[in-house]
C-alpha cells in the first residue's frame, strides 16, 4: 500500500481496456495502480516486485486462463485481493472464479461506479458480484467465502472432481484424445469417465450432455 492507497495491477490483453481501467481508478483517490500486464505470464513476473492489494483480472488471457492464474497469483500473494473482470456471464466462470480465490466478479459492460463499488466491497472482506449477475446467480453466493462454491445441480454433485472437468471439457467440444492430453490421463480412463457421467446424469449422447451443460450454467453456448 503506497501511504494510505491501496494499490492495483490490471491485467487485460486489450491495452485500451486497461487505459479505460486506468481512468476509472484515477477518479478514487483511494486507490494507485502500479502495473498492468497483457498476459499472465508477464502478471505472474512483475508480481513480486509491485505485491498489490488489489488484482483486476481478465479471464481471456493469450496464455492461460483467467481463473487458472488467479490460484497461481495467491499461491504468490495469499493477501491479494482479485477481482475478475470479463465478457462471460455464465453460473460457471462466476463460481470458478471465487472457488479458485477471486473475491469480485463484475461484467466488462458494467458502469464505472460499479467498478467501484466493487472494490470498495471486497476491500470491507466481503464478495461483490455484478448486479447483472444476481438473478441467475443467487443471493445467497455473496454470503459465501472464496473457495465453497459449486454448480448447484444435484446430478451434478453426484460426480467426482475429475468427472466433472472430463464433463466440461466434452461439452465444450474436446475429443476424448484431446482430453486425455490435457488432464494427462490415457484414452481408457477418459472413456471410462464419460461412461460414468452419462450412467450418474442418465444422458445418452453427447448433445444431451451439451444442452444439460449449458443449462446449468457449466459453458456458455454463445461464447
Known sequence: MLGDKRTVFIV????????GLR??????ETYEVVGEAGTAAEA?????????????????LPDKNGIE???EILRLLPGCKIVIVSMHTKIYYVTEA???????????????????SGLKA?????????????????????????GELRVIDVAYKRLTRREQEVMRLVAEGYTTREI????????????????????????????????????????????
Not at 487485460?12 to 487505459?19: A, C, E, M, Q
Not at 505472474?44 to 481471456?60: R, T
Not at 461484467?107 to 461506479?113: A, F, L, P
Request: hydrophobic fraction near 45%; avoid cysteine; glycine fraction near 4%.
Open 23 to 28: 481512468s476509472i481508478l484515477a477518479r478514487d
Open 12 to 19: 487485460d490483453d486489450h491495452p485500451l481496456f486497461r487505459v
Open 44 to 60: 505472474l513476473a512483475l508480481l513480486e516486485k509491485s505485491a498489490p492489494d488489489f488484482m483486476i483480472v481478465d479471464i481471456s
Open 180 to 223: 486425455s492430453e490435457r488432464l494427462f490421463i490415457s484414452v481408457k480412463t477418459v472413456d471410462n469417465h464419460r461412461a460414468n457421467i452419462m450412467n450418474k446424469l442418465g444422458i445418452h449422447r453427447t448433445v444431451e450432455l451439451i444442452r444439460y451443460a449449458a443449462r446449468i450454467g457449466l459453458i456458455d453456448l454463445d461464447v
Open 122 to 146: 471486497v476491500s470491507e472482506g466481503r464478495i461483490f458480484l455484478d448486479p447483472s449477475l444476481s438473478d441467475e446467480i443467487g443471493p445467497d453466493v455473496t454470503k459465501s467465502t472464496p
Open 98 to 116: 471465487l472457488r479458485m480465490g477471486a473475491v469480485g466478479y463484475l461484467v466488462k459492460e458494467s458502469t464505472s461506479e460499479t467498478l467501484l
Open 69 to 71: 492464474l488467479t490460484r
